[in-house]
């Protein structure tokens, strides 16, 4: 974890050696962004809030008598459809698009944004709706909601009920529609059966039986398995302690250094009696001690643990019986794992009946339904001839604006705060990037700990730079011109910030914009 953070801190100290791409990106993108900001042109949001009543005291008394719709049905399918090609050119004419536009395309590409930014809402049950556009001019979005109302309106109104002809045909089309799904039902019931009589209801008692059996066959392929394991186990000890007396006989065996290593410390004893460790012949006995004793450990590692088990017949014997376990393991795995397979397949099967039970039953059911339907439908052909007399009754729907359309007075969007805000930390956050993207490229060394780590050799101190070297003004040059440059971008942001959200300050800079642009053209 220490490692870790000094990596991060060295990726922090390179960014902040390269800290002049930070504000050389954010000076470049920043007042870009912020201008690009400032120059959006305002949004404004129009929006009218329409109830439509659908409760009529007539639907009951001619419930049976004539073919009704549901006024609610109607009423959802009017707002889905309000923004058809032939309710945008209505929308079109009303607000004057085909004067706007010189050309076909142009037309078009004015209807293409009448239907991305009318937006009709509804609130659910209370079928309360509102309609709402977007547009940069206030009255325009305002004529385009009022447009859009009173086509919704006309048209759910003008939609008139299915005279006693049509009705009689939409019975009819609905009894062929029926007697085709009959047909199929019986069909699809009859496969149905032929498909899956293994698994019609009662054929389950067969497959508990089997499950049993497997049940058996698996615990006594695991108990085996449990068993080989345990045997595995025991002989993996006494390998261990094989291997644990091999390197306890090599740990003891005498090399021809021991002695010398014994006589050469005696010496050092009595020379340390008589003199100090700095006294030239006891650094050079230490010297001389230090070499038998390495060539003592070099003599001890020559002897390998490995050699002296190949020789060890107690250990090859256990070695082949462990071997001979892992193969039967290995065996008995394959065995527990194929009869959980067939477990798994029965109990799947098993599942299968229910399903298929289901299945037939959801089948017998829908064949139920579109038989009752069907026979209901050729009842009530009979009385589709009632509706002619009938006519068509009142208005289903009632409209009452709520909330008519106005021109609004302040922008809705766009949030020029966040905008703003967003272009610094993507100016920063780029000029970060290529501040990292230099540090990995050209990396400065600025710790020990970076150096080690890239040179692999330890480092005793380092030499801190002074005064006069110049190096400590240089840097507190570029920390003051950095904080400058810094301090410099949060006033252009402020300013941005006061342009913006300052209704005055920003009308007169769109103005002197326009102007502007004006005198150029």
């Not at 009589?197 to 066959?217: A, C, Q, T, V, W």
């Not at 068993?227 to 390197?247: G, T, W």
């Not at 009595?270 to 460790?277: K, N, P, S």
């Not at 230099?438 to 380092?462: A, C, E, K």
């Amino acid at each position: 974890m220490q490692d870790q953070m000094k990596v991060i801190v060295n990726y922090l100290q390179g960014i902040w050696l390269k800290r002049r791409y930070i504000i050389l990106f954010a000076w470049i993108i920043c007042p870009i962004g912020w201008l690009a900001v400032t120059m959006m042109p305002n949004q404004y949001t129009s929006q009218a809030k329409v109830y439509a009543d659908t409760q009529s005291i007539l639907r009951p008394l001619l419930r049976g008598l004539a073919i009704q719709t549901d006024p609610s049905q109607k009423l959802n399918l009017m707002a889905k459809t309000l923004l058809n090609s032939r309710n945008l050119e209505i929308i079109g004419k009303e607000v004057d698009a085909n004067v706007k536009a010189n050309t076909p395309e142009e037309y078009d590409k004015i209807l293409d944004e009448l239907k991305s930014g009318i937006k009709i809402q509804s609130t659910g049950r209370n079928n309360l709706y509102t309609i709402s556009y977007t547009g940069e001019n206030p009255v325009y979005a305002k004529r385009v909601v009022q447009a859009a109302l009173n086509v919704f309106i006309e048209s759910t109104l003008g939609d008139k009920r299915l005279d006693a002809e049509q009705a009689n045909d939409v019975i009819n089309e609905q009894i062929d529609y029926y007697e085709r799904r009959l047909i199929d039902a019986e069909k699809e019931l009859a496969e149905f059966k032929r498909e899956y009589i293994g698994f019609m209801p009662g054929s389950d008692r067969s497959y508990y039986s089997n499950l049993e059996n497997e049940k058996l066959s698996l615990e006594d392929a695991e108990l085996a398995l449990k068993e080989a394991r345990s045997r595995v186990e025991e002989v993996r000890v006494q390998l261990d302690r094989e291997k644990a007396n091999s390197r306890r006989q090599v740990r003891n065996v005498q090399t021809e250094y021991d002695e010398r290593v014994e006589a050469v410390e005696i010496r050092l004893d009595d020379l340390l009696f008589r003199y100090t460790e700095k006294h030239p012949d006891v650094v050079e006995t230490k010297r001389q001690l230090n070499e038998l004793k390495q060539l003592r450990a070099r003599s001890l590692r020559r002897l390998s643990v490995d050699d002296s088990l190949i020789n060890n017949v107690v250990y090859q014997d256990l070695q082949i019986t462990f071997n001979q376990l892992n193969n039967e393991i290995a065996s008995l795995e394959v065995r527990v794992e194929k009869h959980q397979q067939k477990i798994s397949d029965i109990k799947s099967k098993l599942d299968l009946v229910p399903d298929v039970e289901a299945m037939l039953t959801s089948l017998t059911r829908n064949y139920d339904i579109t038989k009752g339907k069907y026979e209901d439908l050729l009842s009530r052909g009979e009385s589709a001839s009632i509706s002619h007399s009938v006519g068509s009754a009142s208005e289903d729907i009632k409209f009452k604006i709520i909330e008519p359309p106005s021109i609004p007075t302040s922008p809705s969007g766009p949030n020029r705060l966040v905008l703003l805000i967003m272009v610094l930390i993507a100016g920063i956050g780029s000029g970060l990037g290529v501040s990292f993207l230099t540090s990995q490229i050209s990396p400065v060394v600025s710790s020990t700990h970076q150096l080690y780590r890239l040179t692999g050799v330890p480092v005793f101190g380092v030499v801190s730079a002074t005064e006069t070297s110049g190096l400590l003004g240089q840097q507190r040059r570029r920390l003051f011109l950095f904080i400058l440059m810094s301090m410099l971008l949060l006033i252009g942001l402020a300013f941005s910030i006061t342009v913006n959200l300052v209704p005055s300050v920003y009308e007169t800079l769109q103005q002197d914009y326009i102007r502007l642009i004006n005198n150029y053209s």
